[in-house]
């Protein structure tokens, strides 16, 4: 008869939270040798993200749009377009092609976005749990990865006039927190603030066309 070991008072440590990963990672790139540098390389960032999964990197690279850095957005569009690519052929991984990974982010403008968006993120994940995993499975994350395509160019090239890349930057959080703790109802919630961020930008592109053609016939 094989004895039966009782699991009473064993603690399960509960998985770490997006928030906290995100926290534990911009510790640790201030804490090591290049703290004396003025910048840090998107590479770092990704690298230090291991193997995790596209959800994490959505966030990181999402979250420094919530505020107007001049710049910023077109940084991390460029690298949420090969994110994007990557999600929609169905990569586990990310990786980043030499040349945009050694693109420099200015440390303390970036170590301020974190401090100042990680809170909105933990109050979504309290609200955040595994459901309509249909939403969140691997079709709709192919999916998922066309909404970054589209985002990612926006950021790239139509500004938002006062909110900046605001629209973006939260679908992208969302779709990425979404992923992660595999929430269809987060994932669906990415999909509405994905259309109401690309009307917007239609809306200016549009506008802004439309008065250079004025201006020119």
């Not at 420094?64 to 940084?75: D, T, Y």
């Not at 050694?102 to 109050?123: F, G, I, N, Q, Y």
């Not at 909404?147 to 890349?165: D, H, K, T, Y």
């Not at 927190?177 to 269809?184: F, I, V």
Request: with cysteine; glycine share 8%; aromatic share 6%.
């Amino acid at each position: 008869m094989v004895p039966v070991q009782s699991t009473a008072g064993t603690h399960v440590a509960s998985p770490e939270k997006t928030s906290q990963i995100l926290a534990s990672l911009m510790s640790a790139q201030s804490s090591t040798h290049s703290e004396i540098l003025a910048t840090v390389t998107v590479g770092d960032l990704l690298a230090a993200l291991r193997n995790r999964a596209f959800g994490i990197s959505l966030i990181l690279f999402g979250l420094p749009n919530l505020l107007p850095i001049p710049g910023l957005p077109i940084i991390t569009g460029l690298v949420l377009v090969v994110l994007g690519l990557q999600i929609v052929v169905g990569r586990d991984v990310p990786w980043l092609p030499d040349r945009i990974a050694r693109t420099a982010l200015p440390r303390a403008k970036l170590t301020a976005v974190m401090d100042r968006t990680l809170p909105l993120l933990a109050s979504l994940e309290r609200v955040s749990r595994p459901r309509f995993r249909l939403a969140a499975g691997p079709a709709a994350r192919r999916v998922v990865g066309l909404a970054v395509l589209v985002l990612a160019v926006l950021l790239v090239i139509v500004p938002i006039p006062w909110i900046g890349s605001m629209p973006q930057g939260l679908a992208l959080c969302v779709f990425g927190l979404g992923l992660t703790e595999r929430d269809g109802v987060l994932v669906a919630a990415g999909f509405l603030l994905a259309a109401i961020a690309t009307a917007i930008g239609a809306g200016i592109g549009y506008t802004v066309i439309a008065s250079l053609f004025s201006f020119i016939f």
